[in-house]
């Protein structure tokens, strides 16, 4: 079992950046166990995929929509995944999530792949 707190949402104009946290406290595991996934909701769409992290940190997969501009790393000293969010748009508003994944990373931009999920951080960002 895993419990995912995400923070570092909030309003920015466009052009700013962000860097989401999330938080992991492990139980069975450690934290070095999952593989870690960030996804986001946008008002009347479906959830998608952002980014994704092996559980060494050593390989990493980022959505078409955000490369170049998003980096996700973790700090498994830490327990935590970040996002670092620049050049943000007016598109990128959502909630964001934090998923984990216990075992190796397989389809990491599949929702299916994660067995755990955060209760998610509003981003807005003003055009």
């Known amino acids: 079992q895993v419990q995912l707190v995400e923070s570092g949402g909030g309003f920015v104009r466009a052009g700013g950046s962000l860097t989401l946290s999330c938080a992991a406290a492990?139980?069975?595991?450690?934290?070095?166990?999952?593989?870690m996934g960030w996804f986001r909701q946008a008002p009347g769409k479906e959830r998608e995929f952002v980014s994704g992290?092996?559980?060494?940190?050593?390989?990493?997969e980022v959505a078409d929509s955000v490369k170049g501009r998003f980096t996700i790393l973790r700090l498994n000293g830490k327990n935590t995944v970040y996002l670092q969010m620049n050049s943000l748009k007016a598109e990128d508003t959502a909630v964001y999530y934090c998923?984990?994944?216990?075992?190796?990373?397989?389809?990491?931009?599949?929702?299916?792949?994660?067995?755990?999920w955060g209760q998610g951080t509003q981003v807005t960002v003003s055009s």
């Open positions: 492990v139980s069975d595991r450690p934290f070095e166990a999952y593989s």
């Open positions: 998923a984990a994944h216990v075992g190796i990373w397989q389809s990491p931009s599949s929702s299916q792949a994660y067995d755990f």
């Open positions: 992290i092996s559980r060494s940190g050593r390989r990493t």
